[in-house]
């Protein structure tokens, strides 16, 4: 596959598509996990608020994550699932939230992804089907 260069260079990485089912966190897991594998600092941020499951993929509780960052009764460190493999990190999402579109559009949020950009050399994030009926 040839990329432009902007794209080849991209930091963080969203997989999204219209319906549930389709393959977006199984190709969001299996795309971070063979950059990680080759050697760059990789985390996953699960960001379907409605229907979390990065967590199972990587057979780790969700108690902490991208809810509690937004809401302020978690930071960066204390969420964080570190070295799921090697260079791969993930953030789930700490529960369900009742009005994720809130969270995900506050400013803390826009905050956590820069605060991830400078940590990581790649941030992937997990989102729900755009058409979940
Ligand atoms: N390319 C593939 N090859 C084999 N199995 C796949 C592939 N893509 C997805 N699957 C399987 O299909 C199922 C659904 O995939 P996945 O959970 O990634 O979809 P999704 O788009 O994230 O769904 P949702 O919108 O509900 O979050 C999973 O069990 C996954 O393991
Ligand atoms: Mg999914």
């Known amino acids: 596959m040839r990329l432009k260069p902007e794209a080849k260079d991209?930091?963080?990485?969203?997989?999204?598509?219209?319906?549930?089912?389709?393959g977006k966190s199984f190709v969001t897991t299996n795309v971070a996990m063979t950059y990680a594998a080759h050697g760059e600092k990789v985390v996953i941020?699960?960001?379907d608020l409605r229907k979390p499951n990065i967590h199972k993929t990587v057979q780790l509780e969700n108690i902490k994550g991208v809810?509690?960052?937004?809401?302020?009764?978690g930071?960066?460190?204390?969420?964080?699932?570190?070295?799921?493999?090697?260079?791969?990190?993930?953030?789930p999402t700490g529960g369900r939230a009742k009005n994720p579109t809130h969270i995900l559009n506050s400013k803390s949020f826009?905050?956590?992804?820069?605060?991830?950009?400078?940590?990581?050399?790649?941030?992937?994030?997990?989102?729900p089907p755009l058409a979940s009926g």
Not at 75 to 91: G, H, M, Q, S, Y
Not at 110 to 127: K, P, S
């Open 10 to 22: 991209a930091k963080c990485i969203l997989t999204t598509s219209t319906i549930p089912g389709e």
């Open 45 to 47: 941020v699960d960001c």
């Open 67 to 73: 809810i509690d960052i937004v809401g302020g009764s």
């Open 75 to 91: 930071t960066l460190d204390e969420v964080i699932l570190k070295n799921v493999a090697p260079n791969l990190d993930v953030i």
């Open 110 to 127: 826009e905050q956590m992804v820069t605060d991830l950009r400078g940590r990581y050399d790649r941030v992937f994030f997990d989102t």
